[in-house]
Structures are given as structure tokens and as C-alpha cells.
């Protein structure tokens, strides 16, 4: 009783520090935003924010087009993780639950097109929007944003799915439903998790991505908020207290649609395991 | 579960707040590039250092050109070149585009830059020569200065007068020996620097290759070398070595913007340093250095003195340039935009916020101010990057910023790395474009 | 594109095979197609000329000059000869795959661990370090990669500050980055810090898919709980492991923003990984030919690198 008592407490230090190890840097990303200018050049440093301002905060958000930011931002997350939720659904159905020519070589191809460095394909990519009118536009960067999630939730959508068992799938088409009906009704709430899970990796390439965002939209008006974090940065220095603080407000939304969804981890993992 | 409804309401009522103040612009964010536009790509610099310039240049283009608008479009440097290339790819250049005055060259030679007659632009004729050679090219004009800045030493006149020095110093052995007396009185705080300067600030490095009568790169027979390996370059470098070596704590592996020394300097890190006008206010600037106003009572600023006798180390002109690019949709109206900007109205706002203005009329705008009075006199004796058209892949990579380390981390002789990256410059300058 | 996520469910059922008997009933053979089109459709409209454009550029001299007129000027395999006649390349490569298998390595090691952890706490402290692991990958990269290089950073870290206090040696004005092996390991600790939290919580859900019968069967019969780990619960997750592996290897293989923004966007010839040499030459030299012959490369070198991953997939049925 002793022993898986120490044991127990020996493992919950062991969680305290891995916990606290982990959460430094974010908690230092926090801190700095409520700290005031001369606290965060400073020796020895200031561990926490005893005199806290939101200078940095308010700076940050009165600064120009922050809230266009947030809704460009918002619209193009939601707009790939809707997208690429179909999409990815019915692409792996194909290849998780038929069989036909060609659906190896459609695997390899979606597992090689994840090797391709991104930056090498910054102007071909550039130069085809270009070409379909869609730079500076929402629009080409959720398509692009599409291109690049996909091959990733298809193949784990794929995984999902085969676990699913054969016999829950034949026992609802012999009540006469359709083979597409029997994907609706009993495969979509299975895989569930596997939506939400791939939902929520959509959700962060979009959020953050940099590169391909700041080569295709110019407008100020149709900037993304990684966007706006970048103009913290002036060849005169970086100003380090509101960057923190807008980058703080940047990661919030991510840490919101994570405490909604996480729920929803968990119940699929219980369901997933319990197997009839 | 009431974190999970929390979160909710969170986010939808940061979504409504987003959607309603953001309804107004989805307006313009679908407007395409019409005929009533003028593209303008300049640094974040502008908007974050002299606004009322913008302003004022934005206020006289729409005089004159009452029913255009003026869709400013803020870079930074780090990606603005691959951006622009993407555009220039796409043929979809910005009407007016803000380049280093070490990035023209490149783009000047592969003919992006449409040509332009010196003219039609305010004050072309008391232009600064510095900046104006960095727009010309084959004896044509392809830009318009826009402004510059030179480097002088800001000081602690009261760690100075501590170790004797009452004055500034006039020759460079009085610099040396203050420096020395500084890190003997000062020098047991670790941290603490005489002179504070970065391993990778080539800009200070090759001023001294400069002043002692050795250059960067010179044309040969039609191609460039690299000469910092001269014997006159050599014995600059030696003495570059042995200051940075005696007077300096500052990082060896990085340059100065990896923290601007203005930081440390109002942390009483560093008694002196090189460093551009705006340097001065970002002692005090909340997100620089923070240091109270009462500061500004202990500080100066001197030109760099010479190792020759009444003169200065010449300092390096830094600065930036406006162009039209050759597939610019409205080339006579970014020409009408720059022309607002580069006037002696919003030139005198970009002058007095710490830099040198495009135009040797306004040299004086800042002569009472005993902060950006010595930079303007620095500015006397100048130099500029050799104009050759991969000059700025030299600078892209960081080739001189790693000869600053390995010179200043014994990577060899001072010969030897003079030598080695010399060859690689060379290299770089002679590759095929 | 290099950040992880947690997926709910290990990829397939851990136990037991399932002989996959694909239906295909009379009439639907376009039906798997069909469903590929709208995917496809998407990948291929932003995908296919620009990877054709990549090769075509590949096998020309395309630099500013040429790029301003819009027409390249054909080389051939100039650019691949002039790569791998380039001394500086084989180390570039031989670099990237020795960080590659630091970061892989140390990721899943340190992954597995914390999972284990994770399988072994109360629910309370559980969800402690979970929501933590979810702070560390909700931050954004380039976010995170400031915090880092602050830390680190010459004048004002607080890990050098930290280091002298703790009395582990001098760390005041302590450069990081002077000697590269010190600089790798800061910048190998922030990829590995940034990745655990995917890998932690994946192996955490498969964990809990091991069923606990085999597991306590097994430790009864003497077994230490090391052996247990090693004879029970690895090969019922083998696939899992498989698939982590594979995408940490392509994921950091690829690594550009943690090297780019830690050494400031000026790296030095020691600091070169494939993705910062690609960079380099396309954007640094505007040399747009040999940028995209290295991309091929890279894509090269990373095919032969998961193709056993690849093969081991193929062979315990993933695809088939």
C-alpha cells in the first residue's frame, strides 16, 4: 500500500515537472505580454509580471486591421476544415472500403505528394492563381491551404475507418438501406474522432501558415493574423511586448476549438475501444 | 462541460465582434486592381517610423488625383524580395515599390525597374550622391532616393568624463585609449562593453577596411574581385580585431539588429557604440531600451574618428530607394505617388524622425538637435557597397557576416579569412545572373 | 508545414488481423472514383502544373534576369551535376539525415514516455499535462520559435541566466550558436519540444486500446514491466509506431522555420539542412533552377528514406 502510494505521488512529480517543462515557453510567451517595456529587457529577469500591464495587449489590437485579420483568419480555418472534412470523407471511403485499379498507386501518391518542401513550390503556385484571378483572394489561399491538408486527413481518415468493423456495415444494408446510406449512417458517427481529430489538424495548418499566405494576399484588409504578427517587426527592432501579446491572442482560438472538441477525443477513444 | 460552453460563448460572441467591425471592409477586399488604384509596397518602417510622411504624400497624391486611391500595402524586409519576384514572376508588379539601396543593383540589371528621368522628380538635382548611384545603372535612372542613414558613435558622456574624457574623442587613439581606460574601470561587470560591437556588424568592419585606404570589391577586366585581402585591408581588419577584442562583450555570431545595442546601451551595458540616428529616440522607446527620460541627460553622439588626422571613418550610407517596376499596371501614377513622397514636405517629417533626408537642401533640418546633429555631420564622408548586380547575393548569404565571426573567433590569421571570404565574394559577384 | 496533432484513434484496430474483403457490388465500379474526383480535383487544380513547372525548372538557369522575362534558359541537368559536384551539398544531406534522426529519435523516445506517463496518472493530473502538451501545440511555429531564440538569447536569455544561477557552469553571454553542435542541440530540443505533444497524446490513445487483460497477464507471470512494454504492448502497436515514425521523418526532414527564425534568416554554411540550402539558393541567389533541382533532390532522399517505412506498411497489411 505504501509502495504504490510513494509510487503514486514519485509519479505525479514526475507529471509536474514534465507538465512544467512543457508549458515554460508558452508560459513566458504570456508573461511577456503583460509585462512593461523595461521588465522584459531585463537582468535579472522579471519571472513574473508583478507590475502587469495590457498596454501590450491594446496595442496590439488597436493596431491597424487586427480585426480583419481575425475574420480572414476565421473564415479560411473554417472554410478548409469544412472542405477538407468532405473531401477527405469520401476520398477515403474510396480507398478504405473498395477495391479498384489503381487505389495502391493513389496511396503512394498521396503519402509522396506529403515530401514535397512547400517553399520549392511558393512561385509555381503563385504564378496558377495568378493565372485563375485568385491572388489577394480568400478563396486562392483556402484552395491552397486544401491542397496541402488533404493528402494528411485522407489517409488518416482511411485509418479510421478500417477500423471500423465489416459486420456493423452489412447488418445495416441487410434493413435494406443503400451502400451509401450504410456509409452515412453507420460510418460517419463511427469515425467521428477520426473527423474531429483531422478537423482540428485542417484547422492549425490554416491558422498558421505563413509563407503561402504572405505571398498571396497584398491587400491589408485580407491579411491573416499570422500575417499581422509579422508587422511587429520592423528593420528597427521587434516590438517584443506587443508580438508577445498578439501572438497570445493569436494561439486563443486554437486553445478554444480545442477545449470544445477535446471532449470529443475522449469519448472516441472510450467508444473506439469498447468493441461488441 | 462548462469549460466546453464557456469556450463556446467565447469564441461566438469573438466571432460577432469580428464580423461586425470587419463587415465594412469585405468591400474593399474584393475590389480588384482597378483603374482607380495606385499600388504602393513600403517597409512597416514608414508606417511605425514617420506616418505623417505617408500621410502628407497620401493627402497630395489625392489632390492632384482626387477620385484615385491609394492601396498601401506594408512589407518586411526578411520576405520582401521573394515576394516581389513571385510578382514580377506573375507580371503583377505593385505601381511603387520600396527597395534597400543594396537590393537596386540586382534588380536593375535584370531590367525589372522601369526607367526614369530625374527631371520630373522634387529636388533631383541636390539629390544625395550616395543614394543616387545606387539608382543608376549603364548611365540610366531607375529610381528615386528616398532616404538615408549614417552611423555615428552614441556615448555616455558620464562614463566618459569618469575616466577623464571631458570631450568626445577627435582622433581615433584617443577613442582607443578611452576605451581602454573604460574597460578598466567598468570592465569587472561582465556584461559591460566599452564600445558595443556585434561580431557580425560588417558595416563597421568594412568602414575601417575603408579608412585605412582598402576596399570591398573592385571591377577587373570586367568581372569584380573582392580586395578585402589587400595589405591596406589586412591591417584595417587587424585593427578591427584587436578594438572589437579589447573594448567589446557584444555577441560574436550576430549582428547589430540581434539586440539593437540602444538595449544594452540603456541597460549602462555599453558606454559607447556605432549605431543610425533613430537609435537615439529607441533608447527610450518602451519597446526598446525603456530607459527613463532623464537618460537622455547622460548621453552624445561623435562621427567615428579617423585613424587619419581631422577627418572621420567614412560611414556607411545606408538606405532605401523607390521604384517603378517594369509591369507596373499605373506606372505615371505610382510617378505621381513617389513625387508626393520624396517632396520637401514629407521629407523634412522623415528627416526630423532620425534619418537623412533624400536631399542635401534639407541637411540641416536637424542641426539644433544635438542628437542627430552628429549624424548629419558623419554623413560627410561616406561609402557605398560595390554596384555590382549580385551584390545583394553577397549579402544574402551572409557572407561578410560570417567572415565578422570568424575573424573575431580566431577562426585563423586575419590574412587567412580576409582571404577565404574574399574568394567566396568574388565568386558570388562573378556568377552567372 | 511541420506541426503535429493528436488523432484520436490509433490508425487500425490493434488487434487481431482484418482480412479486408473489399465490397464491389454490380453496377458501382465507377463509385470509388466518383468519390475520388472531388479530392483529386482540388489536389491536382494547385498541385499539377506547378510540380510540372518545378521539374521544368529544375533542368533550367532561371534567375532574376530570366524570371523578370518570363523564359528560362535550358541547361539540362546542369543543375544537378553542379549539386552534386558541390562538396558543401553531401554534407548538407549528411547533416539533414543526422538532425533528422535526432529529432525522430528523441521525439518518439520522449513521446512514448510521457504517453506511458499519461496511461498511468489519475484522471485530474492527466488532464493536467494533456492540457499542457495541447498550450505547447497550440502555439503558433513561428510563435514558439521566438520564445525560443529569446530564451536562448546572448544578452537577455533566461535560459543562460537560469544555467549560472542553477550553477551548471558561466552561461552569462553564453552563445548558443557559436559552436554547432551547441546550436543544433537548442534548435534539435525546440523541434522535439514542438512535437511531443502529438506523438504523446497518439501513443496515449493507443494505449488505451491495448487491452488490459494481456497486459496484467502478462505481468503477472513475473514479467518486469519493461518486458511487458517490449513483448506485448509495442507489437500490438506496431502500425501506430510505423505511421508516427514515417510522418515524424517527413515532417522534420523537411524543417525550415525553427533553423530559419533561430539563427535570424542568416544561417551559416553550418546550420544548412536541405529545406535552408533550397532557400537559399532559390530566394537567397534568386537561382530558381537550382532551387527546385535540390527540391528534387530532397524529395528523392526522402522517398528512398520512408520507402522501408513505406514497405513495412505494405507488409503488415496497411495497404494492400
Redesign the interface.
Known sequence: MRRSRARKVGLNALALGVFGVMIFPVYWMVATGFKRGQDIFSDPPVWFPYHPTISNFTDAIHRAHFWASVKNSIVIAVAVVLLSMVLAFLAALAIAKFGFYGRRAFIVLIIAVQMIPLTALIIPIFLVLSKAGQVDKLSGVIVTYLTFVLPFTIWTLRGFMLGVPKDLEEASMVDGTTRFGAFVRVLLPLVGPGLVATSIFAFIQAWNEFIMAYVLLHSPENQTLTLWLANFSTSRGTAWGPLMAGATLTALPVVIFFIIVQRKIAFGLTAGAVRG | MKARITAAVVLAVALAVAASTASGSTRQSTRKAAANEVVVWVMTDAQNGWPGALTAANNAFKAQHPGVDVNLQLQSWDSLLQKFDAALAAGSAPDVIELGNTQTTKYMAAGALSAIKAANYPNSKTWLAGLKSSCSYNGKLYCVPYYAGARAVIYRKDMYAAVGAKKAPTTYSQFLSTGTKLMKKFGKNPNFSAFYEPGQNWYVMMTFVKDWGGDIAVPQNGKWKAVFDSPKAVQALTAYKSMALKLSRATKTNDEAHPYPSIPFAKSRAAAFIGNGWEWPYVFDPKGGAAPKSFAAKMGAYPMPSHIKGRFMPTFLGGSDLAIPISAQHKSLGADWIKAFTGTASQKIIAKAGNIANTTTLANVNKNNPALAPFAKAAKYSWFIPTAPNWVNVEKANVLKAMGTALLTNKGSVKSVAHKYSQQVTKILNAKS | ?S?R?????????LVGR?R??????AG??S???L??V???A??A???A???Y??VR?SLE?Y???Q????KGEWVGTANFAQIFHDPEFWHVVARTLAFTAACVSLTMVFGTL?AL?LA???SK??L???A?????????????V???R??V????G?LN?LLT?LHVGNY??H?W??NPWSGWSVITALVV?GA??FVAITLY?GL??VPRELVEASSMDGAPAWRTFFDVTVPLMKPLFV?LISLSI?WDF?A??QIWIML??????DYYV??VY???N?????E?GL??AI?LV??GI??VV?FVY?REMVKIGE??
Not at chain 3, 264 to 269: A, I, N, R
Request: net charge neutral; charged share 10%; aromatic share 16%.
Open positions: 508545414m506541426t496533432f493528436p488523432a484520436a484513434v490509433a490508425d487500425p484496430p482484418r479486408r474483403r473489399p465490397l464491389s457490388l458501382s465500379w463509385a470509388p472514383y468519390l475520388l472531388p479530392a483529386s482540388v489536389i487544380a494547385v498541385l502544373y506547378p510540380l513547372y518545378m525548372l538557369h534567375g532574376l534576369f524570371l523578370v522575362r518570363h510521457i506517463l498511468e496518472l489519475g493530473m492527466r493536467l499535462v494533456t499542457g502538451l495541447i498550450f505547447v501545440w497550440a502555439t503558433p511555429v513561428v510563435v514558439a521566438d520564445i525560443w529569446w530564451m538569447d546572448y544578452e537577455f533566461v541566466w544561477f552569462n553571454h552563445d550558436f557559436v519540444w511531443i505533444p490513445a488505451t486500446q505511421i517527413i523537411q525550415f522555420t535570424d534568416g542568416k544561417p551559416g554554411p536541405m529545406s533550397a532557400y537559399q532559390a530566394f537567397g541567389q534568386s530558381y532551387g527546385s527540391s530532397t524529395v526522402l522517398l520512408s513505406i495497404l494492400s
